[in-house]
């Protein structure tokens, strides 16, 4: 069974940073491209990064330069590094594979706020 274990969330201030984690079981991690998303309450899901099995990263235009997506794996996991975080970076973040999207895991919750 596929399992995603996220964590290193919690409250910062506006210009703070933050590295998440997200720990993948249950799948030869080392083969899969991997995502983080992130979900405010009442939207959908959205794509903030994504990783290939070889490391090349990838980002939306507007996070570019803020966001860094790594991954170690020998210890199937994979990190989100999150600097100059502002109010609207608030959200639950999610790691899940791609393309194909397995069962999602708790999330972590990131507040910024003063």
């Known amino acids: 069974q596929v399992q995603f274990v996220e964590s290193g969330g919690g409250w910062v201030q506006p210009g703070g940073s933050v590295r998440l984690s997200c720990v993948a079981s249950g799948i030869e991690f080392n083969r899969f491209a991997m995502g983080w998303y992130r979900q405010t309450p009442g939207k959908e899901r959205a794509l903030v990064a994504t990783i290939s099995s070889n490391g090349a990263a990838d980002y939306p235009d507007s996070l570019e330069g803020r966001f860094t997506v790594s991954r170690d794996n020998a210890k199937n996991t994979l990190y989100l590094q999150m600097n100059s975080l502002n109010p609207e970076d608030t959200a639950t973040y999610y790691c899940?594979?791609?393309?194909?999207?397995?069962?999602w895991g708790q999330g972590t919750q990131v507040t910024v706020s003063s």
């Open positions: 899940n594979s791609r393309p194909d999207l397995r069962s």
